[in-house]
């Protein structure tokens, strides 16, 4: 059983930082690991992710305050959030993927931006 666990979010004013963390404990080699959020009544979307062999994505909105980062020796990514704003509040999921072995998914941890 994959187990993504997530840790480091919270409360944080507009402006502030905040760092994600997400590990697991599984041998799989993920070839992509990332970050999604889902703030109320709104779909799931990508916020950040990076492949193996370090190449990352970001979303428009985060592009220049969040930088993903990862461990591959601990199969663990993590999401330095910057200047945070508002409507950077949603619950922040982890997802790794891995060829042959399909996607996972945290359970979630939630940012609260306040104004």
């Known amino acids: 059983q994959v187990q993504l666990v997530e840790s480091g979010g919270g409360l944080v004013q507009a402006g502030g930082s905040l760092r994600l963390s997400c590990a697991t404990t599984s041998r799989i080699i993920f070839s992509t690991m990332g970050w999604y959020r889902q703030a109320p009544g709104k779909q799931r979307d990508l916020v950040a992710d990076?492949?193996?062999?370090?190449?990352?994505t970001y979303a428009d909105t985060v592009k220049g305050r969040f930088t993903i980062s990862r461990d591959k020796a601990k199969s663990t990514v993590y999401l330095q959030m910057t200047s945070l704003k508002p409507e950077d509040t949603a619950v922040y999921y982890c997802n790794a993927r891995a060829t042959g072995w399909g996607s996972y998914w945290g359970k979630g941890t939630l940012v609260t931006v306040s104004s």
């Open positions: 990076i492949t193996i062999g370090g190449n990352s």
